[in-house]
């Protein structure tokens, strides 16, 4: 494999980089559970599920790895598209699963127009019933059997909010959502920053529809799986480098304290540390180096993390909040993606 030969080279070969982890599995078993719940009882009430935690955690992410992968299997499998076709495009049309990212200010018209988009609409436009019979005329059409909304914290635009007796934080656009639940028209994941989750749990009849709540939060090196998880990332994004072609050298990102460091500049979130990473790639080939190296983490520390306020000192030069990771290194074999 020909390795990068320019910036946008390795943007476009870092960006097809997917990684394992218990998380990400995790959330994909739910979204299949989900998934069946439609298939078996088209008709009946459904549950929905949430993930909340800080921006750069990997959420969004989770959503696009399980279209990529199962659901482009799962339509090719069922006929509905021909396995010649380019996968990436088979993600982008297909209309089982829909990851729908809310407009800024939703309201309802505009959340349906988000969905009547993502299922291809041609004209997503008109009176907000009409804009809804078709949503849910064409769900029923396609078999969407799972429907992602992403940026729940964009509800926070809504100024038609509904109050009963201090209990219910109801808004038009979270009752339209019931709403679907409730008919049974399929299923829904929730996604957004920590701060949103009142969208949801504040209306007692949404919050009883809730299956699970997935944890997304920043990872603790002090909790022995959380540790792992970490570790076990590291080491595998150090191995894709080479394996995507980035570099021809092979990446180690689990030697010394360079993962101590990362969890610093990336406090927890492993978005976080593929975002240092793709900075220090970035200056890496720029230097003509053959991999990253640590120096290249410090100066991407530098520039990307503490230039844009993510961190106030950098660890790689400044060790004073270091706690040292006595672990073996994990199991750095690259997991099938």
């Not at 603790?220 to 072609?245: A, M, N, S, V, W």
């Not at 980035?246 to 010394?256: A, K, N, R, V």
């Not at 978005?271 to 640590?294: H, M």
């Amino acid at each position: 494999m020909s390795t990068a030969t320019s910036i946008s080279d390795i943007l476009n070969k870092f960006d097809c980089i997917r990684i394992k982890h218990p998380r990400l599995e995790e959330a994909h078993m739910w979204f299949d559970i989900l998934r069946e719940t439609k298939r078996t009882r088209p008709r009946s009430p459904k549950k929905f599920i949430s993930i909340f935690a800080p921006t750069h955690s990997g959420k969004s992410m989770s959503v696009r790895t399980y279209i990529d992968t199962k659901v482009v299997d799962d339509v090719i499998k069922a006929g509905l598209f021909d396995e010649s076709l380019d996968r990436e495009t088979i993600a982008r049309e297909q209309k089982i699963v829909l990851h729908v990212t809310l407009t800024a200010k939703a309201t309802t018209k505009s959340f349906v127009h988000d969905v009547l988009v993502a299922l291809g609409d041609p004209y997503p436009h008109g009176t907000e019933a009409a804009m809804k019979r078709r949503a849910y005329d064409l769900m029923r059409k396609f078999g969407t059997e799972l429907l992602i909304i992403d940026e729940v914290q964009h509800l926070s635009g809504d100024r038609q909010r509904k109050r009963s007796a201090g209990t219910s934080d109801s808004t038009a656009v979270t009752d339209t959502m019931k709403i679907m639940l409730i008919v049974g028209l399929v299923p829904i994941v929730f996604i957004g920053i920590p701060e949103a989750r009142h969208h949801l749990f504040g209306d007692p009849q949404l919050a009883e529809r809730c299956l699970k709540e997935l944890d997304f939060a920043p990872l603790d090196l002090l909790k022995p799986k959380e540790r792992t998880i970490f570790l076990e990332y590291c080491g595998r994004l150090g191995l894709k480098l080479r394996q995507h072609g980035i570099f021809p050298d092979e990446t180690d990102l689990l030697s010394g304290d360079i993962p101590a460091c990362l969890h610093i500049v990336s406090r927890g979130k492993i978005g976080s540390v593929s975002g240092v990473v793709l900075a220090a790639c970035i200056i890496a080939f720029e230097q003509g180096a053959r991999c990253v190296q640590r120096e290249h983490l410090v100066q991407a520390a530098d520039e990307w993390a503490r230039g844009a306020g993510l961190i106030d000192h950098n660890p790689f030069v400044n060790p004073r909040s270091i706690k040292v990771i006595k672990n073996e290194r994990p199991d750095d074999s690259p997991t099938p993606v």
